[in-house]
């Protein structure tokens, strides 16, 4: 972007430019002040409901985490009663009477053995324990020689201070009595200073607390009227919230059902896709009009498959679960039996327990390493059909998925491929997934063979799967076992219906937010208020507060200088007492000191001697405690023995007990673990719900963050347009202060480079406006300048001219201002190519005027004529 900017060369051009600026900035303001409140509305707004939507993922992820929690304790208890069940039947097979008679024996040779160890350990807990009492009579001395030690140690330590502090009190000198004296005299000042404060403080105190008592009722009142205002905005936000929450509901009813209907997917047959032999049956597929059914479909994502994740083992192949792979093939069965609808035959696919387990049968013991069909895999899962007329296989190549949206995008492209260009695959693929090969034509009388189907991937290579079979006969268990295949028209059905009930939902949670936004206006007046009148409470405690503390502080202030005051008096009492006491205290500490020294060099040796007893002992005491400790393992080892060989009595004998309770406890372990992964499943697809809401409200509240920061970033150039824009006014008007203008002859202004100013410039307290009114100078009558001078007596020369044909005399004097004008005129015009421009009127110049002239003249004038020539 070029920017231009234009300098204005005059006070008027910038005076006109910040009007405009001005005008266009207010209008602009006023519609940056509507603009702004709407985006902070709406970022209001948005960071709400992004709060909210973040607080349901947080809480769906809890849920989520206790779940997998759950799921993680149900597989350890499942681990657990495996072992147990492994355990149990191992010791069942062990419980025979000749091996429970050789565990009893077993038993009563170890008790015997736990009675002789406990009998020995016996002998050496008395022999600890009489050693612990030698030890305790040991430490007893060695504790009461070290306490006289340390009673002396402090003793003299004690004794040195006192020397010491009888040094200081023996050196104090009369200049600290003089101290003393002047403290006094200061606490008795500072006293009486305190009291008179207090004096003071006490009635502002009462002053205050009249004063916050008024407050208190003010906010008493306020506060009553904030709170009928609150509940009367509960109960409108309670009636909100519940219209809001009905038109949310059925707004996420619409929204659900619209993306179910948008994610229906079926395959578009052309016309003329299978053609009659010759006898005039459907029987071969027109390869021409095949290959036009590409252009013709399309697969259209599935929102909630896309949220619904698939599993895949450590080399990325996908691993479907039970419910998925059931899922995909009633998905895919709806599909081919519209296209058999399409192509005129008859839709017989059905879909059964038995032919899920046919297909997963084939996937899992499916080994050969190459992209082909598994003979022996598949003649294995025919072997576990009963009647079974035929087998038909479809395999494609795979790919890599992370949803269920991803499995049926793939499927689909698949069965497109299978269907429209299978030319070199001899239209095999086509004929099973067409019907060509089990179903009849539509307008046969009778009953088509039902096909049973199943989808499934190959767990090790990923290879999709697409197996049928027919048998002779209808079989009655199967086909009571056939799952229904879904069916749209009553979705579209429910769409349209659930669209109809939203709109009346949408008016009554208008008319209640409408009533709320009400009582809200009106709940934040009086809030208003409220702060107001605890704002003036809060200053007026305040202010009390301060005053009591204060009054508190010279109170404790008081206390404290009498106490100082009281202190300082003693102190001097006690720097009066004579040096001769002082002494005496030194001689005194002296001789405490020697004495003390003697007591505790000999605590020190008794305290050396009780030390070395003590260690005698205490290694006596520690090879006790040594044989204690051996003989109570020894102990310990052989009741551990006893127990075990007890508690694998209890278990021999009751081992076909424990063994079906341990059976029992597994399969309990199992049916908890099953239903935990269940809740699992289900919690994770709330919790991928609210994910995705959350996303679309942060996407929201960013897009609104950014609208604002937009418009305050405008509102900001605006004003500093506008500021410059004013500066730029008051520089012009600064320079128009210091621009000097000048009068010449009668009506005429010259600037501050000798130029005339043309008509409509005015003169108005001494101030010069141009002819648009703008003020651009200021009347001068100091002038410093020969170009300015020369052109005010151009001016007056020129006037002289035109009223000299009215004047009578010829004098000398006359005849001279003549010639002299007329030499300004020619000096002027060549000097600077001034204009003759200004007022016409001719009046006859006085004598005054043309001593003016003359003087000019005299200012320099002649001098530049001679420059001139």
Do not use: C
Request: aromatic share 4%; charged share 25%.
């Amino acid at each position: 972007m070029l920017l231009a900017v234009n300098k204005p060369t005059t006070a008027h051009a910038a005076d006109v430019d910040v009007k405009n600026n001005s005008n266009e900035t207010q209008s602009n303001k006023q519609d940056a002040i509507v603009t702004k409140d709407q985006a902070q509305e709406a970022v209001t707004k948005a960071q709400d409901e992004r709060d909210a939507a973040k607080s349901q993922v947080d809480e769906a992820q809890k849920n989520v985490d206790k779940a997998n929690e759950t799921v993680a304790n149900a597989q350890q208890e499942v681990e657990n009663a495996t072992k147990a069940n492994d355990s149990a039947k191992e010791l069942q097979k062990e419980a025979t009477p000749e091996h429970i008679s050789e565990v009893q024996a077993n038993i009563k040779d170890q008790t015997q053995v736990v009675s002789d160890k406990a009998k020995a350990q016996e002998k050496a807990q008395k022999e600890v324990n009489q050693q612990s009492s030698n030890l305790e009579y040991a430490q007893k001395d060695v504790d009461g020689a070290n306490f006289w030690v340390n009673e002396y140690s402090n003793k003299l330590a004690k004794n040195q201070k006192a020397i010491d502090d009888a040094k200081a009190n023996l050196n104090a000198t009369q200049d600290q009595i003089n101290q003393a004296q002047q403290e006094v005299n200061n606490d008795q000042n500072r006293v009486a200073e305190t009291q008179k404060a207090i004096q003071d403080a006490t009635a502002k105190k009462d002053q205050l607390a009249e004063q916050v008592k008024n407050a208190d009722q003010a906010v008493s009142d306020a506060q009553a009227d904030a709170n009928n205002k609150e509940a009367s905005l509960s109960q409108a936000r309670q009636k909100s919230d519940a219209a809001k929450s009905e038109l949310d509901q059925a707004q996420k009813q619409v929204s659900e059902l619209q993306a179910k209907v948008d994610s229906i997917n079926t395959i578009t047959m052309p016309n003329g896709y299978l053609k009659r032999n010759k006898w005039g049956a459907l029987a071969t597929i027109d390869e021409n009009v095949a290959k036009t059914g590409y252009n013709l479909n399309t697969y259209k994502d599935d929102p909630s498959a896309e949220k619904e994740v698939v599993a895949h083992n450590k080399y990325g192949v996908v691993q479907l679960t039970d419910a998925q792979q059931k899922e995909l093939t009633l998905w895919v069965a709806g599909i081919l039996n519209d296209v058999r609808t399409q192509v005129g035959l008859k839709p017989n696919i059905v879909v059964t327990p038995t032919s899920l387990a046919h297909t997963n049968y084939i996937a899992t013991h499916s080994t050969v390493p190459t992209f082909d069909h598994d003979t022996k895999a598949i003649d294995e899962a025919d072997s576990h059909i009963d009647d079974l007329l035929t087998s038909m296989e479809s395999i494609g190549t795979p790919w890599y998925a992370e949803n269920m949206n991803d499995i049926k995008r793939g499927v689909y492209y698949h069965m497109l491929s299978m269907i429209f260009a299978d030319s070199d695959s001899g239209w095999g693929h086509a004929a099973q997934l067409t019907g060509l090969d089990t179903s009849i034509e539509s307008t046969d009388s009778n009953p088509a063979n039902p096909e049973y189907f199943g989808v499934s991937f190959r767990n090790d290579m990923g290879f999709i799967q697409f197996d049928s079979y027919a048998k002779w006969h209808l079989d009655p268990k199967e086909e009571s076992q056939i799952f229904a295949i879904p069916n749209y028209d009553s979705l579209k059905a429910d769409l349209a219906s659930t669209k109809s009930a939203l709109a009346p939902k949408q008016v009554a949670y208008d008319v209640a937010n409408k009533t709320t936004a009400d009582a809200q206006q009106a709940y934040n007046s009086a809030i208003d208020k409220l702060t107001q009148a605890k704002n003036v409470q809060a200053s007026a405690k305040s202010a009390l507060n301060d005053a009591v503390a204060n009054l508190g502080e010279l109170n404790n202030a008081l206390v404290a200088l009498q106490s100082n005051l009281k202190s300082a008096s003693d102190k001097l009492d006690k720097l009066t007492e004579s040096k001769s006491d002082k002494d005496f205290d030194l001689w005194k500490a002296n001789g405490f000191y020697d004495a003390t020294k003697q007591d505790l060099d000999g605590a020190k040796a008794d305290a050396d001697n009780m030390q070395k007893a003590y260690d005698k002992v205490k290694a006596t005491y520690d090879q006790a405690i040594a044989k204690l400790n051996q003989a109570k393992s020894e102990v310990k080892q052989a009741q551990d023995q006893l127990d075990s060989l007890k508690s694998n009595l209890v278990a021999l004998q009751n081992a076909d007990e424990n063994a079906k309770k341990a059976s029992h406890d597994l399969e309990m372990a199992q049916n908890k673990l099953v239903s935990a992964k269940k809740d699992v499943q289900d919690l994770q697809v709330k919790l991928d719900d609210a994910k995705t809401v959350l996303a679309e409200k942060e996407t929201t509240l960013d897009s609104a963050k950014v609208e604002l920061a937009k418009i305050d970033k405008e509102e900001a150039a605006k004003k500093a347009v506008e500021k410059a824009q004013e500066e730029a006014k008051k520089a012009a008007e600064e320079k128009a202060e210091h621009t000097n203008f000048y009068k010449a002859g009668n009506d005429k202004l010259v600037d501050f480079k000798g130029q005339v100013m043309p008509q409509g410039y005015t003169v108005k307290d001494n101030k010069v406006y141009d002819v648009k009114g703008e003020f651009v100078g200021v009347v001068s009558s100091n002038v410093q300048s020969r170009v300015v001078a020369h052109a005010i007596a151009k001016v007056e020369a020129k006037e002289v001219t035109r009223s000299s044909a009215l004047v009578s005399s010829s004098n000398a004097f006359s005849t001279s201002a003549s010639k002299q004008n007329k030499a300004h005129k020619v000096d002027s015009s060549n000097r600077n190519g001034l204009p003759t421009t200004g007022s016409q009127n001719t009046n006859l110049i006085s004598l005054i005027g043309f001593a003016v002239a003359s003087v000019g003249s005299l200012m320099g004038l002649a001098s530049s004529k001679k420059k001139q020539r």
